[in-house]
């Protein structure tokens, strides 16, 4: 079981940047590839970026890539998500999530603990 805990949200204007955090607790945390989806009301979680548990993997959405940097800290059992250059249509729920499989990592389905989620509006 791992419990996954989001924070670093918040309102910004476009072009500002913000670092989520994402803390987990459990066994094997280490082991897991880490995701960060989003989500906005009305539509489907959208996959934003992925890391091996090595981090020697990592995948980005077309949509954020340039802008989003994510990285993990396995000693500290965190995994971040630096985005810079934020824009409106960046504004969603956040949410971190654990899985098992490199190759599923871009889906949803693929994971199999998320977080509570995190909310990032940006403002125009």
């Known amino acids: 079981q791992v419990h996954l805990v989001e924070s670093g949200g918040g309102l910004v204007q476009a072009g500002d940047s913000l670092r989520l955090s994402c803390a987990a607790s459990?066994?094997?945390?280490?082991?897991?590839?880490m995701g960060w989806f989003r989500q906005v009301p009305g539509k489907e979680r959208e996959f934003v970026a992925a890391?091996?548990?090595?981090?020697?993997?990592?995948s980005y959405a077309d949509s954020v890539k340039g802008r989003f940097t994510i990285s993990r800290d396995n000693a500290k059992n965190t995994v971040y998500l630096q985005m810079n250059g934020l824009k409106p249509e960046d504004t969603a729920v956040y949410y971190c999530?654990?899985?098992?499989?490199?190759?599923?990592?871009?889906?949803?389905?693929?994971?199999?603990?998320w977080g509570q989620g995190t909310q990032v509006t940006v403002s125009s």
């Open positions: 890391i091996s548990w090595s981090g020697g993997t990592i």
């Open positions: 459990g066994r094997t945390y280490s082991s897991y590839v």
């Open positions: 999530a654990a899985g098992g499989s490199i190759s599923s990592r871009l889906k949803a389905s693929g994971y199999d603990y």
